[in-house]
């Protein structure tokens, strides 16, 4: 994953490993939830083709952001292109990130 550094220069599978599978588990649309016990909306678009991952989140509470987009093309992996912040930060967030779980109301 392009932009997630470590002294090698590349992002450990493991890291990347779960990064991929926290974002597949995330819906799409928009769903609130918890990051470092504090609130956060999130909204995660997905190209039709499946080649493109697009998440923007923003705490509730302060006006903090996360945004980046996800590519997946031929070649050697997916690359992460995140909006004016550190990949670390979005592999964290998207780590760290709670969706809050809301039943459906019932049917009367």
């Known amino acids: 994953m392009s932009g997630a550094m470590t002294a090698g220069g590349k992002t450990p599978p493991s890291v990347q490993a779960a990064f991929e599978d926290a974002l597949a588990k995330l819906p799409e649309g928009y769903v609130d939830g918890h990051f470092s016990n504090r609130p956060w909306g999130v909204t995660v678009k997905r190209s039709e083709d499946g080649k493109r991952t697009w998440l923007y989140g923003e705490e509730l509470s302060r006006g903090a952001i996360v945004s980046f987009n996800l ?31 809301k039943k459906a109301p019932s049917p009367s």
């Open 71 to 101: 590519y997946r093309l031929p070649g050697p992996g997916p690359i992460l292109k995140p909006c004016e912040m550190s990949s670390a930060k979005v592999i964290d967030f998207v780590l760290g990130f709670e969706p809050s779980i």
